[in-house]
């Protein structure tokens, strides 16, 4: 199983080609079907080849993979609305500020209206500190690089000052809480593969089975579709959404223009502030949606509970080229690697194996095969980062207190192997007047 | 800036203009804080005029100015990235892991004061450039933008710290998770003959102090800083130039860096004397809003620090009389907005007034044209401003 065989094709579209080859993304035709297919099948052969040789079944395990979806969720609903807001030009810092009151709102709404309530109060939440932004950085033009930090600074704050006023005169909550949610949003598994709708579930029985293969393919299956929560399948959904929209619609020409040559935009009758308002308000609320998956898979609002999400957000945005399918993908790895970092030792260990091949194979074959006169420049970094993470694997015990920085260091480590390929939208940061300035 | 150059300005107008920036952002910061504090069914009147009776006495004055320092700092670290169009976000990284060596080196040293105090900010400034190295070599050689590395690294610095504090630098064992105690050889002194115990002042004002001198030479008043600001105007036309844009963006995140790890060690060496749990976590922050509301100024930052540490001071009191204490931090975080649109503000103001009073002045031009006999008395306003 070598990179050797795939057509260039294979690697280019998710890294490099922007905007203008993207219209045909996502028409899926049958070589890009086989394409991932075959992708998924080297990654699911490389997971069951590192479960073996570091002799850690949680990397295949069902609960593993659970988590990794989980985790993947939140992180890509915020890049998302960062998405929309910095494909129109707006750069949007405040990412985990809208997801703080994501969270604020969703512990208010989920106490006095339940779990489905929460999560429309996490789009509300997030929606405040959207007008914020839009009102500072398209009305006023003020710094969005500023404005943003602002917001993050500000709705930590505001959120505890108002946990004081609110949630601690509530029954049950305190400064740093919310009284708990009744309930949950459903939890859907599929039928007949996880045994959703009273039908048997096959992957559990393969998991359970112990054979080579099969055990390891139903625990990945099975973690990725067995008791899903809807909060999670729409989160997922959104981002084929976001996708279509983008490539496909008027508004996402728009959109694009509005990011890339306001001028243009504006030369042909459209309204850039319009668009830019429309971006930075739904980013705003996907961010805040974010939130409310949060308090929802911890029943309440707490204090801190973001952790640094919108930033990884942030970063896996920048990381995914600002195209969907590229932060989808930044987000799952960053979800995986973060999932396998709280679990046991030895799984982060196969993680290390697959990621010391991975990008060993990548710097072989950028060696053997890449872009002629920067064959060295992009090929050695990345096979010397596989050569010391095989010499990792092999040789250096991993205290169990590394692992919760795992996503931080595997993201950078992509990054750097990845690195180069970026190109923001072209107008990003640039403020555009309303009208000519008399003053 | 948006000024016009064509408008002549009167130097009291421009120091209208300056002033009004930081003073309208603290009155908008004010106001914002006091509508939050009405929303919660406080009076903001009675808040407010005891955070100032506590905060003007001279303890709470002299603990402002202690507080002010690492603000100051961060201030000047930040500041010296923003002048190369960089933005450090890892200041909270290199901070914490430049006071934790900082705190092994002082405790650990076996030298007298007067080197071992020295060699302790070297080192801490040592660590800190280096944290920022890997961002500034990161975004030349892999044009990974620096933003994302640094929040980054600054999650895997958390990691680091807990990491090198439980397993190596834990002096003792059980509940004690600090370095060693630094003794009386590695501490900074209180700078002598101002007050004792509670009232004395960390000699790190005067690091601070030079930090700023240091931040206004480099940056307004040496080629270095020229070619900084160039590269950061216009990458394009430094490049031709013969300006190395990719080396200026090094220097400038190694500075940065290094000013950043003095961050920390106002509160090692003066206050807690080992590194522990207590190091404030959000100096990054708050000294970015210290770099905001000062305009990159050294003396505006400096003020600004001082502001923004006397509030969260003076905050501290609310808990004594129920009123809650967070309306320090809502202060701090608004101020941060306010500063900007104060001087979105100001500025509006002052180009609309230089508007008016060019209108005017061309009137005033026409009118003698067509009547030259009629007036030949200067008025006050187009003499002042000119």
């Known amino acids: ?439 | 800036m948006t000024r016009r150059r064509t408008l002549p300005v009167g130097l009291p107008r421009r120091l209208a203009v300056t002033v009004a920036g930081p003073f309208v952002s603290v009155l908008l910061a004010l106001a914002v804080t006091a509508l939050f504090l009405t929303a919660g069914g406080y009076s903001a009147a009675s808040a407010f005029s005891v955070m100032w009776a506590y905060g003007v006495q001279p303890n709470s004055l002299v603990s402002s100015l202690n507080g002010a320092v690492p603000l100051y700092v961060a201030a000047v670290a930040g500041a010296f990235a923003v002048r190369m169009g960089l933005f450090n976000i890892g200041v909270d990284g290199q901070y914490r892991m430049a006071a934790l060596a900082g705190a092994v080196a002082a405790a650990s040293l076996p030298f007298p004061l007067a080197v071992r105090l020295p060699l302790t900010l070297l080192i801490a400034c040592a660590v800190g450039a280096g944290w920022a190295l890997i961002p500034a070599l990161l975004k030349i050689h892999r044009g990974v933008n620096e933003v994302i590395t640094s929040i980054l690294l600054n999650a895997i610095a958390t990691t680091i710290v807990a990491v090198l504090l439980s397993g190596v630098f834990r002096s003792g064992g059980g509940q004690n998770t600090g370095t060693a105690l630094i003794d009386d050889g590695g501490l900074m002194p209180a700078l002598p003959g101002v007050g004792t115990g509670q009232g004395s002042i960390s000699s790190f004002v005067v690091v601070a102090l030079l930090a700023g001198i240091v931040y206004y030479l480099v940056i307004e008043r040496s080629v270095f800083g020229y070619s900084l600001r160039v590269a950061a105007r216009s990458p394009e036309a430094a490049e031709s130039a013969g300006i190395r844009v990719d080396r200026k963006i090094v220097q400038a995140m190694l500075i940065s860096g290094a000013v950043a790890g003095l961050v920390g060690l106002p509160h090692i060496l003066s206050v807690a004397g080992r590194f522990d749990g207590t190091l404030p976590t959000d100096l990054m922050f708050t000294g970015l809003a210290a770099t905001l509301l000062g305009r990159q100024h050294p003396i505006g930052m400096a003020l600004g620090a001082f502001v923004l540490a006397f509030v969260e001071r003076s905050a501290q009191v609310l808990g004594l009389v129920q009123l809650p204490t967070e309306v320090g931090q809502v202060f701090l975080a608004v101020v941060l907005l306010s500063s900007a649109v104060g001087y979105w503000l100001t500025e509006r103001a002052d180009a609309r007034i230089a508007l008016t009073l060019a209108l005017r002045r061309r009137l005033r031009a026409a009118r003698d044209a067509v009547a030259p006999g009629a007036s030949s008395t200067p008025t006050p306003t187009g003499g002042a401003s000119r």
């Open chain 1, 1 to 439: 199983m070598s990179l050797g065989p795939n057509p260039p094709t294979t690697l280019s579209p998710s890294h490099g080609a922007p905007a203008r080859a993207s219209v045909a993304r996502l028409r899926p035709s049958s070589r890009r079907v086989r394409a991932a297919l075959r992708w998924a099948l080297l990654g699911l052969g490389l997971l069951i080849l590192a479960r073996y040789l570091a002799d850690a079944p949680g990397i295949t395990a069902s609960s593993t993979w659970g988590s990794a979806l989980r985790l993947t969720v939140p992180i890509a609903l915020v890049a998302m609305g960062g998405l929309f807001s910095e494909r129109s030009g707006v750069i949007n810092v405040g990412l985990e500020g809208m997801m703080i009151g994501g969270t604020w709102m969703a512990g208010l709404f989920g106490t006095l209206a339940g779990p489905w309530a929460a999560l429309l109060g996490g789009v509300v939440g997030g929606l405040c500190f959207g007008v914020l932004m839009a009102v500072l950085c398209i009305e006023m033009g003020i710094n969005q690089l500023i404005v943003g930090v602002s917001i993050n600074v500000i709705a930590a704050a505001v959120a505890r000052f108002m946990a004081d006023i609110v949630f601690s005169q509530m029954d049950g909550g305190t400064i740093a809480r919310s009284p708990r949610i009744g309930g949950d949003v459903p939890h859907l598994s599929l039928p007949v593969v996880s045994g959703g709708f009273g039908t048997p579930d096959v992957s559990r029985v393969m998991e359970s089975s112990e054979l080579p293969v099969v055990a390891q393919l139903g625990g990945v299956l099975g973690g990725l579709t067995r008791d899903v929560s809807v909060a999670a399948v729409l989160g997922l959904l959104i981002i084929p959404l976001v996708a279509w929209v983008l490539w496909k619609t008027p508004f996402g020409l728009r959109w694009r223009a509005a990011g890339e040559e306001p001028a243009a935009l504006q030369a042909l009758g459209g309204s850039v502030h319009r668009t830019r308002w429309i971006a930075v308000l739904v980013g705003s609320g996907l961010a805040g949606f974010a939130g409310g998956y949060l308090t929802l898979i911890s029943q309440g609002y707490i204090e801190n509970q973001t952790a640094g999400r919108g930033f990884i957000g942030l970063a896996t945005l920048i990381f995914g080229n600002w195209t969907p399918s590229g932060v989808f993908f930044g987000a799952s790895l960053f979800g995986i690697s973060d999932a396998v970092g709280i679990g046991r030792p030895e799984t982060l260990r196969a993680l290390v194996l697959v990621l010391a091949v991975v990008f060993a194979a990548v710097g072989v074959r950028r060696l053997l095969r890449g872009t002629p006169g920067r064959r060295l420049r992009d090929g050695v970094p990345s096979l010397v980062l596989g050569v010391v993470l095989l010499a990792v694997f092999a040789f250096v015990p991993l205290p169990a207190a590394v692992s919760s920085a795992t996503p931080y260091v595997v993201t950078l480590a992509v990054l750097v192997v990845a690195g180069t390929r970026m190109r923001p939208p072209a107008a990003l940061g640039r403020l555009v007047p309303r009208r000519t300035r008399r003053s």
